[in-house]
C-alpha cells in the first residue's frame, strides 16, 4: 500500500552521507518493514532539504560529460540517476517534471500524464523543487495470471499532491498511479529498491483493465536475442 511520511526537520545531509546512511540500514526487500521504512523516508527527506546538493552534481556530471567521462544513466529526458549500489541493490535518482509534459510527445504510450501504471520495484519519492506533481492513486491485486486484457480490480484511492516535508512509499505489484503535470517545473527524489519477477502494467482507467505491459531496456535485449537465434 501506499505510506505517506511526514517530517519537521530542516537539517540537511550529502549525497554521499545519504547512500552511507542507506547501505548501513537497508539489506534488502525482506528488511523493508514500517520501523525501516520510516528511517529510509527520514534519510531522503534530510537528502531532499539539502539545496546545494543536485546542482553540484549536475554541474559535475557537465564537466565530465564534457572530457568523455560518463557519470549518471538518463532516462529519457526526465529522469537522472545519481547513484547505484549493486548489494543489496537500491537507486537513486533524480526526476524531472514539465507543467505541460512538451518534453513528451502527445501520442507516446508511455508519456508519464497519460499513462495510469504499476511499479514491479518499490520506491520512496519526495518532492525536491518546485510545487510537486499531483498523482490520482490506485491499488490492485496482483497475481500471475494477470496479462493484456485481463480485468485487474483496480481500485481509485484518491488525489495526492506530492509536497516537501512528505515521503511517499509506493508498494511494488501493488500501488498504481497516473501522474498529474505540476503548474510549474518540478524535481522529485527517487530511492528505488530492487525489481521484482512480476510484469508492469499499464491501466485503463475507466475500465480497469489492462492494457498494455512495460518491457525493461533488459527484457528487450533478451528478447532481440531470442529472435535473433530462432531467426538462425
Request: proline share 3%; with cysteine; net charge negative.
Amino acid at each position: 500500500m501506499t505510506y505517506s511520511f511526514k517530517f519537521a526537520t530542516t537539517h540537511a545531509i550529502s549525497l554521499q552521507e545519504f547512500i552511507e546512511n542507506v547501505t548501513a540500514s537497508y539489506e534488502g526487500p525482506e528488511s523493508l518493514n514500517e520501523h525501516n521504512l520510516h528511517h529510509l523516508a527520514m534519510q531522503l527527506q534530510l537528502l531532499a532539504n539539502n539545496k546545494y546538493f543536485l546542482s553540484q552534481v549536475v554541474s559535475e556530471h557537465v564537466l565530465q560529460h564534457a572530457l568523455d567521462v560518463e557519470t549518471g544513466t538518463m532516462y529519457g529526458n526526465d529522469s537522472f540517476v545519481l547513484h547505484v549500489n549493486r548489494s543489496p541493490f537500491f537507486q537513486v535518482r533524480v526526476c524531472f517534471w514539465h507543467p505541460d509534459g512538451e518534453q513528451k510527445r502527445q501520442n507516446d504510450k508511455m508519456n508519464v500524464y497519460q499513462c495510469l501504471h504499476d511499479h514491479n520495484f518499490g520506491f520512496l519519492t519526495t518532492n525536491y523543487y518546485g510545487p510537486g506533481y499531483t498523482s490520482r492513486l490506485y491499488q490492485y491485486q496482483h497475481n500471475r495470471e494477470l496479462d493484456v486484457d485481463s480485468a485487474s480490480g483496480l481500485k481509485f484511492c484518491g488525489i495526492h499532491q506530492l509536497s516537501k516535508h512528505e515521503v511517499i512509499y509506493y508498494e511494488p505489484s501493488k500501488d498504481a498511479h497516473l501522474q498529474v503535470a505540476p503548474s510549474a517545473f518540478s524535481i522529485s527524489l527517487n530511492l528505488m529498491f530492487e525489481t521484482n519477477t512480476n510484469k508492469q502494467f499499464i491501466f485503463d482507467p475507466r475500465t480497469g483493465r489492462i492494457i498494455d505491459t512495460v518491457i525493461s531496456s533488459s527484457d528487450k535485449a533478451r528478447q532481440f536475442i531470442k529472435e535473433l537465434s530462432d531467426a538462425t
